[in-house]
């Protein structure tokens, strides 16, 4: 599968700049990759708080709350208890 790219002129004050590719350059990657990778996993974070939010308006809070507190069900296990 060929993979798409698209380019981004990308401009970034002298300080921030300078940081990213201090980072990178120890990461031993790319300011490109860095970016990249930065991006991407500011879209996952996003996407995720949006999923949650989503998720919150069909939640029944009454629900998960018997089936937190019911009764019944086993002890755990020793190796599953904190010390």
């Not at 990249?36 to 995720?48: D, N, Y």
Request: charged share 35%.
């Amino acid at each position: 599968m060929k993979k798409r790219l698209a380019t981004y002129p990308l401009r970034l004050p002298a300080s921030p700049k300078a940081a990213v590719a201090e980072v990178a350059r120890r990461d031993g990657t790319s300011i490109n990759q860095f970016v990249t990778t930065a991006v991407a996993e500011k879209l996952s974070a996003m996407r995720t708080a949006e999923f949650f939010a989503e998720r919150r308006t069909s939640a029944d809070i009454e629900e998960a709350r018997r089936i937190l507190f019911r009764n019944g069900g086993k002890e755990p296990e020793p190796e599953d208890r904190l010390p």
